[in-house]
C-alpha cells in the first residue's frame, strides 16, 4: 500500500504537467478573427487582386487567341487559419498563421464537329512566348489532332496490348499548372461530359469568395449553344501568406 500511495502521488503530481504540455502545444491555432484581421490587410488585398487578374488574363487568353468562346468564369478564393501542431503526431499545419489560395475554372464553347482544329489553335496559342497557356505542339499531341481530324490513327494505339480494343484518347491534357478538358467526341463513350460546376462553398469574405460570371450559366446552356464544352483549370497556391516566425 504505500508504494501505491507513492505512485498514486507522482501521477497525481504529474498531471498539471501533462496539462500544462498539451495546452503549450495546441496553443499555436490561430483564431478565425486573426485570420480575417490578416487576410483583409492592404498586402492580402493587392496579393489577392494579383493573383486574381494573372488567372483571368490567361482565361482570356485562351478565349482571345484559340478557336474557344469563354462563356463562364468561377474563381474560388480560400484562407485558412493555421492550426495547431498535434502533441502526440506533430503533424499540425502549425507553420503559419494565415494561408490564401486561388482557383479558377473557365468554361468555354466550342464546335463538336472541328475538335481537332479547336485543338491545334490551342497549341498554336502554346507555341507562342508570352500568352500564359502551357500546352504547345509535341509528338503526342500532334498526333491527338491528327485522330480527331479523322487523319491519324489514335495515338495509344501503340501502347495497347494486342487483341485489346483501342479505346478514345482521354479528354484531356495537363501540366503542373493547368489543366485543360473537353466533352468526349464521341457520344458511345464511357466518361462522362464536362460536368456542371459545383455550388459556391459556404463562406463569407475574406476567409472565402466565390465568384460565379454569368451567375446563371449553366454547362448544359453552353454546350446547347456551342455543341461542345471545353474547360481550364487554373490555379494560383499560396498567393499570400504569413507564417507565425513573422515572415
Known amino acids: ?30 483564431s478565425d478573427k486573426e485570420a480575417s484581421r490578416l487576410a483583409s490587410s492592404p498586402a492580402a488585398v493587392q496579393a489577392r487582386q494579383q493573383a486574381r487578374r494573372t488567372l483571368l488574363q490567361t482565361i482570356g487568353s485562351y478565349d482571345r487567341r484559340t478557336s474557344l468562346t469563354l462563356a463562364l468564369t468561377v474563381v474560388q478564393d480560400t484562407c485558412s487559419p493555421g492550426r495547431a501542431r498535434e502533441w502526440i503526431e506533430s503533424d499540425g499545419d502549425d507553420s503559419y498563421k494565415v494561408n490564401c ?5 473557365a468554361y468555354y464553347g466550342a464546335d463538336r464537329k472541328h475538335v481537332g482544329d479547336v485543338l491545334d489553335s490551342i497549341l498554336a496559342a502554346g507555341d507562342e512566348p508570352g500568352t500564359g497557356i502551357p500546352f504547345s505542339h509535341d509528338y503526342y499531341r500532334d498526333h491527338l489532332v491528327a485522330y480527331y481530324r479523322g487523319k491519324g490513327p489514335n495515338p495509344l494505339a501503340g501502347s495497347q496490348p494486342k ?27 464511357a466518361d462522362h461530359p464536362v460536368p456542371e460546376p459545383p455550388p459556391c462553398p459556404a463562406g463569407k469574405p475574406p476567409l472565402s469568395r466565390c465568384t460565379r460570371e454569368p451567375a446563371h450559366r449553366t454547362v448544359a446552356d453552353i454546350r446547347k449553344q456551342y455543341g461542345m464544352v471545353f474547360t481550364v483549370d487554373l490555379s494560383d497556391p499560396e498567393y499570400y501568406e504569413v507564417f507565425k516566425n513573422g515572415n
Open 163 to 189: 487483341g485489346q480494343t483501342v479505346t478514345e484518347p482521354a479528354p484531356e491534357i495537363s501540366d503542373t499548372s493547368q489543366r485543360l478538358a473537353w466533352d468526349p467526341a464521341h457520344p458511345t463513350r
Open 101 to 105: 489560395t486561388m482557383r479558377a475554372t
Open 1 to 30: 500500500m504505500p508504494g501505491y500511495r507513492k505512485n498514486r502521488t507522482l501521477l497525481v503530481a504529474a498531471a498539471p504537467l501533462v496539462l500544462i504540455a498539451v495546452s503549450a502545444c495546441s496553443s499555436g491555432a490561430v
